[in-house]
């Protein structure tokens, strides 16, 4: 029996062996999974296929840290634990770390639903929805920051305005 432990992925480990037999004929076979390359080609690592989704769709998605794509993505995941995390203009960045198992199979997938909005929205009467923060308003003017541009419409362009959560900013006096 050999036994080889802590070997990462790609790495190889050579060692030569005596085989002998006595008695009643024999025969062995090796697997072309762990034969050495001058023996043969090495398995690649066990991955599955897995759509990678997020509410509202569009977002940028990074596994383990490298970028993967735009949402919805089908991704290739290896055995082991992962992180998946999505970042969208307008959302809150999302997480969601996750576990594969030898014996999953592809074809699986995962939806985040990326958290609220973390700008105001302010709805035109023309149907047009703004996604930026509410500067002010007053009774007569709106103004709203979207990409670090202020934006100045008339009140009565404005037919609804939703707010987001916010902490408040400590002063110093």
Request: proline share 7%.
């Given at each position: 029996m050999?036994n080889?432990s802590?070997i990462?992925?790609?790495?190889?480990?050579?060692?030569?062996?005596?085989i002998?037999?006595?008695?009643?004929?024999?025969?062995l076979?090796l697997s072309?999974?762990?034969?050495?390359?001058?023996?043969g080609?090495?398995?690649?690592?066990?991955?599955i296929s897995?759509t990678v989704?997020?509410?509202p769709?569009g977002?940028t998605?990074?596994?383990d840290?490298?970028?993967?794509?735009?949402?919805?993505?089908m991704?290739?995941?290896?055995?082991g634990?992962?992180l998946?995390?999505?970042k969208k203009?307008g959302?809150?960045?999302?997480?969601?770390?996750?576990?594969i198992?030898?014996e999953d199979?592809?074809?699986g997938?995962?939806?985040?639903e990326?958290?609220t909005?973390?700008?105001?929205?302010v709805?035109?009467?023309?149907?047009?929805?703004?996604?930026?923060?509410l500067v002010?308003?007053?009774?007569?003017?709106?103004?709203i920051?979207?990409?670090?541009?202020?934006q100045?419409?008339?009140?009565n362009?404005?037919k609804?305005?939703?707010f987001?959560?916010?902490?408040?900013?400590?002063q110093?006096?």
């Open positions: 050999v080889v802590n990462g992925p790609g790495e190889t480990v050579k060692f030569q062996t005596t002998a037999s006595s008695g009643p004929p024999m025969s076979t072309p999974r762990y034969l050495p390359k001058e023996l080609p090495a398995a690649p690592p066990r991955t897995m989704n997020t509410v769709q977002a998605a990074k596994l840290g490298i970028e993967v794509g735009t949402t919805p993505k991704v290739q995941v290896s055995v634990k992962h998946l995390e999505f203009e959302f809150n960045a999302g997480r969601f770390p996750f576990e198992g030898s199979v592809s074809g997938s995962v939806s985040f990326l958290g909005s973390a700008h105001d929205t709805e035109l009467r023309d149907g047009s929805v703004l996604s930026g923060d002010s308003i007053s009774g007569m003017d709106v103004i920051r979207i990409g670090g541009a202020e100045h419409f008339d009140r362009q404005v609804r305005i939703l987001v959560q916010r902490q408040a900013a400590e110093n006096l």
